[in-house]
Nanobody, 124 residues
Framework: QVQLVESGGGLVQPGGSLRLSCAAS????????IGWFRQAPGKEREGVSC????????YYADSVKGRFTISRDNAKNKVYLQMNSLKPEDTAVYYC?????????????????WGQGTQVTVSS
């Protein structure tokens, strides 16, 4: 059974940084795609970044390009989202998710496994 657990959220001032972690377990392969999504109150869930199973493809939403970086530590079965130059509009609950296959995208509909989310609040 696939399980995803996010951690690393918190309160940070504008311009600050946070690193989110997604601990993954239950995959039948060592190679799996992961996406990061976020949902702010009253808004739809949006794709932030994703990494393919082979790490060969990385995608970012335009709103976070140049500020966020996705990476993976296979030895720890973790995927990270390094978030720099945070803005108040980055405030949301952040989720990591995995699709059934190797196809990776920023569309929430393509993902079937979801973590419980971690709150990120950017405020002075």
């Amino acid at each position: 059974q696939v399980q995803l657990v996010e951690s690393g959220g918190g309160l940070v001032q504008p311009g600050g940084s946070l690193r989110l972690s997604c601990a993954a377990s239950g995959f039948t392969s060592d190679y799996y795609a992961i996406g990061w999504f976020r949902q702010a109150p009253g808004k739809e869930r949006e794709g932030v970044s994703c990494i393919s199973s082979s790490d060969s493809s990385l995608y970012y939403a335009d709103s976070v390009k140049g500020r966020f970086t996705i990476s993976r530590d296979n030895a720890k079965n973790k995927v990270y989202l390094q978030m720099n130059s945070l803005k108040p509009e980055d405030t949301a609950v952040y989720y990591c998710a995995a699709p059934l296959g190797s196809y990776v995208s920023l569309r929430a509909l393509d993902y079937v496994y979801w973590g419980q989310g971690t709150q990120v609040t950017v405020s002075s």
